[in-house]
């Protein structure tokens, strides 16, 4: 099973690291990339990944106020990466109760093989994430 990826990076040179290091991998997919929450969001429509990376940082829309409307719109595995979420700080637990599935440092010198395999892991295990449908909201009751 190929895992489809869309990447959400404000940064073209992040985006072009995550697309090239991301797409080595034999089982996974990059089927687009988005500059913004804008642009995010039509991808994530039009194509339905698997699995979504998210930058926090990002202009217009910042990542995590488009993590609180994925998972209200459409549940989907979120991995945060980003420069904002060393483990344990307020961002990653901030991201990890709106729904991300695991936040990912990004160092500022790119992305090393290690690190990519490590990503490419956290994208393996988020892709087995399932949630569960939103019940509909109850109808009015008529009142006489």
Do not use: H, W
């Amino acid at each position: 099973m190929t895992i489809r990826v869309v990447i959400v990076e404000d940064s073209p040179t992040m985006r072009a690291i995550l697309m090239n290091r991301l797409g080595k991998e034999p089982d996974i997919e990059v089927v687009a990339a988005a500059a913004n929450a804008a642009e995010g969001r039509e991808v994530i429509r039009e194509l339905d990944p698997d699995v979504v990376t998210l930058d926090i940082e990002m202009p217009g829309m910042n990542g995590l106020d488009f993590l609180a409307k994925i998972m209200q719109l459409r549940p989907t595995p979120v991995i945060i990466v980003s420069g904002s979420t060393q483990k344990g700080n307020d961002m990653s637990a901030r991201a990890l109760a709106l729904g991300a599935v695991d936040c990912y440092a990004k160092s500022g010198g790119g992305m090393g093989l290690d690190d990519a395999g490590m990503l490419a892991q956290m994208i393996r295990e988020a892709a087995k994430v399932r949630f569960s449908p939103r019940a509909p909201a109850a109808a009015p009751s008529t009142i006489a």
